[in-house]
């Protein structure tokens, strides 16, 4: 795809977002592998500040100086195709310790996200002010390794290896925005976005109950699980205290950009633009996904619980979730060259400050969660993003009077340090590139089509950021957060080790069509 198609044709990185929302929705999430709050902030690529597409909106609106000024109407079409694995360290079930150098089977993930952006732009016959109104879905993501699912509960001891940090993930995103620029004195404009988006998203994972207590028990437990079955006491990862947890709601939530752009010589175009975060509608600074919870509780704390209290134990649950993350702020910059009459040259660089997304907080509410044994009221998903740096370059040229032909390459370092992969998140330093061909087939219409693909280096993950034995120190220490083992835990690192191999490879087809209507 060209550049200036780049926002709406690739997404988390991740995820994102949640991915997503983006990541949960908003990522990735990419991020197959699941950016739950993407690296490709709302699934939207690099499109530099200086390109002329009203997608650019996005990331500079001062470019929609640059469009033609009769009404038009754009229509584009993208689908994402994920393919992913994932090969997970053997443990040893006594310490939860990888086994150095073994691997178990390879799990295999595909994932799908078709998305679309609609826009109008006109100059309202002033060549001083350009306007744009448009519908996008920057994210639309879906992701399971589901097994033995009944509706909205599941078995947790069925599930893929990797279950701690994700079984399923189906999340979408529909923005609705205005933009408006203005030339203030020749070759200088400024412009504004503003943005209303609606999320939902369905998060299904899997808790270790056996960690809650550790393997060291206090007495005056009122509920202890150290029955696995057949008088095994419970280990790391055992499937009987797999406890099986979804999420699904929605939110909305306001956003806006800000850009400014200077033709520096009939040749050359600079612009950079500033991307908010995506604010709650009911306020705060983070984004709260609320719906509904279910919970099935775990074989072994069923059974435990059952004959502790007389068999008055319900095992499936039900309640409100919430879930709480952060949208990252971005900073593009871009210049565009017109070398000849034929060829543009493309360069941009950004910024997206993802370090605020390495935290997702689940919180579950309900008079059936509080029942004994409780269930906890907070589960932390730790996801050790980092912000996001790339650079770009690109290059545009004109076949014939009617036909061209653009493409580009782009080099970011990946939303997480490689001990932090994990089965919700792979990722890494990525090289993206893309080819469209864009035909005007008349004066009024035009369409292209385009490829993309998206390679992320394979990841050997020895020394994982996840370790169920710090849940265990932790516990056996009393909860004391002094201790660098609770600090983890209460991290969300006390769970499945992400150790591993990983691999990713993403591609994506895009259509797009454009009319003027004057």
Request: charged residues 20%.
């Amino acid at each position: 795809m060209p550049a200036r198609q780049r926002s709406y044709v690739r997404t988390a990185r991740a995820l994102a977002p949640l991915a997503v929302v983006a990541t949960l929705l908003c990522a990735t999430p990419a991020h197959a592998q699941t950016r739950l709050l993407s690296r490709r902030v709302g699934g939207l690529g690099l499109i530099g500040p200086s390109i002329a597409h009203p997608a650019s909106i996005h990331y500079n609106p001062a470019t929609l100086g640059l469009l033609p000024g009769a009404l038009r109407l754009y229509l584009d079409g993208t689908l994402d195709f994920d393919l992913a694995g994932y090969e997970p360290a053997l443990v040893n079930s006594q310490t939860g310790v990888p086994i150095a150098g073994q691997r178990g089977d390879t799990v295999s993930n595909i994932g799908l996200g078709p998305r679309f952006f609609f826009a109008a732009t006109s100059d309202l016959a002033n060549e001083a002010v350009h306007i744009a109104g448009a519908i996008y879905s920057p994210v639309a993501q879906s992701f399971s390794r589901l097994a033995g699912g009944d509706g909205d509960f599941f078995d947790g001891a069925a599930q893929a290896p990797g279950r701690a940090h994700v079984v399923e993930l189906s999340a979408y995103q529909i923005n609705f925005t205005i933009s408006a620029s203005l030339r203030v004195i020749e070759r200088w404009w400024i412009g504004a976005t503003f943005t209303f988006a609606y999320s939902r998203m369905r998060y299904a994972f899997v808790r270790d109950a056996a960690l809650r207590g550790g393997r060291t028990r206090e007495g005056d437990e009122p509920i202890a699980i150290d029955d696995c079955g057949s008088g095994t006491p419970c280990g790391y990862d055992a499937d009987a205290a797999a406890e099986a947890i979804v999420v699904s709601g929605g939110t909305t939530s306001l956003g806006a950009v800000f850009g400014t752009l200077v033709r520096v010589h009939e040749r050359l175009d600079i612009g950079v633009g500033f991307s908010t975060r995506l604010f709650d509608i009911d306020g705060g600074s983070g984004l709260r996904v609320d719906g509904d919870a279910t919970v099935r509780r775990s074989t072994a704390v069923y059974d435990a619980a059952s004959a502790a209290l007389g068999g008055a134990v319900q095992r499936d649950l039900t309640g409100r979730g919430i879930v709480r993350y952060h949208m990252p702020w971005q900073i593009n910059i871009g210049a565009t060259y017109r070398a000849t009459a034929r060829l543009t040259l493309d360069l941009q660089l950004r910024w997206v400050e993802q370090s605020d997304q390495s935290i997702l907080d689940v919180q579950l509410t309900g008079a059936q969660f509080s029942d004994e044994p409780e269930i906890p009221d907070r589960i932390t998903r730790f996801q050790g993003h980092r912000d996001v740096f790339a650079l770009q370059i690109g290059a545009g040229y004109k076949l014939t009077s009617t036909l061209t032909l653009e493409g580009a390459l782009m080099l970011d370092n990946g939303i997480i340090p490689k001990n932090a992969t994990s089965p919700l998140v792979i990722d890494g330093w990525s090289l993206d590139g893309f080819a469209v061909l864009r035909w005007q087939l008349t004066k009024i219409f035009a369409v292209q089509i385009g490829y993309g693909f998206v390679l992320t280096l394979p990841a050997s993950v020895d020394d994982s950021a996840f370790a169920p034995s710090l849940f265990v120190d932790c516990v056996e220490q009393r909860f004391d957060l002094d201790v660098a083992a609770c600090r983890a835990a209460l991290d969300g690192r006390g769970v499945t080790t992400g150790a591993g191999d990983y691999r990713l490879f993403r591609q994506r087809f895009n259509v797009a069509l454009s009319l003027a209507l004057r």
